[in-house]
């Protein structure tokens, strides 16, 4: 039996028994495009239906922090350099002024 639960931002997401996700499957992944689905078994939350749009955006957001992950330890050198170039000079045109 499907029911509603309200999440600390007040937002409601349904949840279901994996006995209702096994009969009803097909209505629950129309209901995953218009928010997510909790599928609980033994009464706990189990698994999470979401759509592919979902699914793209939170990959994407982890994808995006490996790579910059990535970036800062393979060039961690030169970043260091940079840094320490910045603090012992400041920036190159700290001394411009607009006229």
Known sequence: MANLATTGNQEQIMN??????????GALC??????????????RPDTVLLSWADY???TAERDA?????DFNQRYAGWLA???????????????LRVW
């Open 81 to 95: 350099e940079q840094n320490a170039q910045f603090d012992a000079h400041g920036l190159w045109n700290d001394d």
């Open 30 to 43: 129309l209901q995953a495009k218009e928010e997510p689905v909790i599928v609980e078994k033994a009464g």
């Open 56 to 58: 793209q955006r939170l």
């Open 65 to 69: 922090e490996q790579r910059q992950a």
């Open 16 to 25: 279901v028994t994996a006995t209702d996700a096994k009969n009803r499957f």
